[in-house]
């Protein structure tokens, strides 16, 4: 099965820095196939059968072998698929649309009781195991993602539309 892994926060500081042949390396260490990294921002595509928790084993691996604790949220190249079909929100610009992806189900009824007006301009949608946000004026100072951090204790990662698509269509690759 083909499994897209997406790493919290690594590489956004000193202390985070993760070389993609390192990462890799972890992820063949553990015996996953077809191990091939996207960007610098902790994206791995990988085959794997029958591993029915890759995200706690790259946990691991990524512990044992780099000393970092990192948070990691895997999709199936199928889960993903979805992601992409079932976006409620029109992406007027891929940039600055992004999807949040949540190691669990959201607390839908927790975030439906956020006033929009406390993120405005900024826009959210739910998803199964992701939120859906569009930022109007790009991630400069965005007023949501705090906000969603405040509010949530699983872990979560957040990918724009460019390299959400860009995934699935890796992903997707004989």
Not at 110 to 119: F, H, K, M, Q, W
Not at 143 to 165: D, G, I
Request: zero cysteines.
């Amino acid at each position: 099965m083909r499994y897209v892994a997406l790493l919290r926060g690594i590489n956004v500081n000193p202390a985070t820095a993760v070389a993609m042949a390192d990462l890799k390396a972890v992820l063949e260490r553990l015996g996953y196939d077809g191990v091939r990294t996207h960007l610098r921002s902790g994206n791995v595509l990988f085959r794997a059968d029958g591993d029915p928790s890759p995200a706690a084993a790259i946990e691991r691996g990524l512990a044992e072998d780099l000393g970092l604790r990192i948070a990691v949220i895997v999709r199936t190249a199928e889960e993903l698929r979805g992601v992409v079909e079932r976006n409620p929100m029109e992406v007027r610009d891929p940039a600055r649309f992004a999807v949040v992806f949540l190691s669990g189900p959201p607390d839908r009824e927790r975030l439906e009781a956020i006033d929009p007006a406390a993120y405005a301009p900024e826009e959210m949608a739910i998803g199964e195991r992701e939120l859906y946000v569009h930022f109007p004026d790009g991630l400069r100072r965005p007023k949501l993602p705090p906000l969603l951090e405040k509010l949530s204790s699983a872990p979560a990662t957040m990918r724009n539309w460019n390299t959400v698509t860009r995934l699935l269509a890796l992903a997707e690759e004989p």
